[in-house]
């Protein structure tokens, strides 16, 4: 069966383009072509137009009169059937709140056929192996998922190059081999991290980061007073960023300059208590706490 698609947009241009760019994905391997069954210019229309009838996918805008994009998702978070939404928009600094609301991807105006293309074959991959009753991105948490270097994201994110260890020669003392064989090629330290806000690169120190957390492919920072969104992975900022930084959770990078106390939850586990305006709390995993406890000099 087709996928069936709903293009949400204000302005007739944008919903040309993106009729134009799903018309020249042209097959999907195990999808077919995508089928444009519904457009919308407004929040209010978009919504009528899901409640009759399922879509697998919603580009939708954010800002538009009435209901903005972030409005209707909302509104199709809590549904058992929910489509994949993928926001259309020419603002970044939405992307956290998109997040926050299940968005299987982000796309900042202009973008390219080939960065779109991605977001529709992750958005169709995600409702086939979720399912239509769970809809929504849920595997963002994973590891090391962010795409490197997409056209159009919230923020560039740098590649890491590594040089593959030659294995040794036959006849020759693999000790030698080894001595000869290149070294892998260490990124880069992050003393800072740009930040798209209001079409600006910001430049935002890491020693500022309370704590990083992973967003469906991206990594949420929380700041003293902000969420920012970049899209860095957090296997990328962990291996980037100074020192003081520590995996807690497959999900949680904390500075531990913030860590205020450590607290026990009821199953057992350990919470952590940072040292920012809100108290923000971070939960550690069994795995992780051990070497959390290291690195803060406690006791087993």
């Known amino acids: ?21 799903i018309e020249e994905l042209g097959e999907l391997d195990g999808a077919g072509p995508v089928q444009v069954v519904g457009e919308a210019t407004n929040g209010e229309e978009a919504l009528l137009l ?36 993928i926001f259309t928009t020419a603002y970044p600094d939405h992307a956290v709140d998109a997040f926050d609301l299940a968005a299987t991807d982000y796309l ?10 991605r977001a529709v074959e992750r958005a169709l991959a995600v409702g086939g192996e979720r ?44 000790q030698s081999q ?27 120190q890491g020693d500022s980061i309370v704590y990083a957390a992973a967003s469906r492919g991206y990594s949420s920072l929380k700041l003293a007073d902000e969420r920012v969104l970049v899209s860095f992975s957090l296997n990328e900022l962990e291996r980037r960023l100074q020192g003081h930084f520590c995996r807690v959770h497959r999900s949680y990078l904390v500075n531990l300059r913030y860590v205020r106390e450590l607290v026990p939850d009821f199953r057992g586990t350990l919470v952590l208590v940072m040292n920012d305006r809100q108290r923000s709390r971070v939960e550690v995993s069994r795995r992780h706490a051990r070497e959390l406890r290291r690195r803060l000099g406690l006791r087993e």
């Open 108 to 117: 900042v105006k202009p973008f390219d056929a080939e960065r779109f293309r």
């Open 50 to 85: 899901l409640k009759s009838l399922d879509y697998d996918l919603v580009f939708l805008d954010i800002r538009m009169p009435g209901l903005t994009g972030l409005d209707v998702a909302r509104e199709l978070r809590d549904q058992a059937r929910r489509p994949q939404i």
């Open 131 to 174: 399912g239509s009753e769970r809809g929504g991105l849920e595997r963002g948490a994973a590891e090391g998922e962010v795409e490197q270097g997409a056209a159009g994201s919230v923020a560039g994110a740098a590649g890491v190059g590594a040089a593959e260890a030659a294995s040794p020669a036959q006849g020759q003392p693999a």
């Open 1 to 21: 069966m087709q996928p069936r698609a709903l293009i949400v947009d204000d302005e007739a241009p944008a919903r040309e383009e993106l009729r134009f760019l």
């Open 178 to 204: 080894q001595s000869q064989a290149p070294q892998p090629q260490q990124p880069p330290r992050l003393v800072r991290i740009p930040v798209q806000k209001d079409g600006r690169t910001v430049l935002v």
